[in-house]
């Protein structure tokens, strides 16, 4: 699904002419299909994830530099999922069989794939859990 939004935004990207997104895109699409050529949205998650990282790892005083990074950081955090919170994690475990963590974990990606911080899961389980 998350896939196919990032080839649907680099269409429309190109289609306006803006270019820093297209180059924004066409990178992310490139990394996504190096291993499959149908990334799993886990998969796409874990390129943008670390594609942040690394955008945020640069120091620098270069204003050309931060205007671009500025940009492709506002673009990917409306791209993203918004995340769960501790309170929404704790309400939807307790709407499910949360017995045994296996089976959480599973509903979790199933329904919420990107939507969540697997150590905040895990830390809402136990507290839930007693």
Request: hydrophobic share 35%; proline share 3%; charged share 25%.
């Amino acid at each position: 699904m998350y896939f196919e939004k990032m080839k649907s935004n680099l269409m429309a990207a190109r289609l306006s002419k803006v270019t820093p997104l297209v180059e924004l895109y066409s990178y992310l699409i490139g990394q996504a299909t190096l291993k499959t050529k149908t990334p799993s949205d886990d998969d796409v998650f874990a390129i943008i994830k670390a594609y942040i990282k690394s955008l945020k790892a640069v120091v620098t005083t270069n204003q050309e530099y931060i205007d671009k990074r500025t940009t492709e950081l506002a673009e990917l955090d409306n791209f993203l999922p918004k995340q769960l919170s501790n309170t929404d994690i704790k309400d939807i475990l307790n709407t499910i069989d949360y017995s045994d963590f296996k089976n959480v974990t599973k509903h979790f990606k199933d329904s919420y794939s990107g939507q969540y911080n697997p150590g905040d899961l895990r830390s809402a389980w136990v507290e839930l859990k007693g």
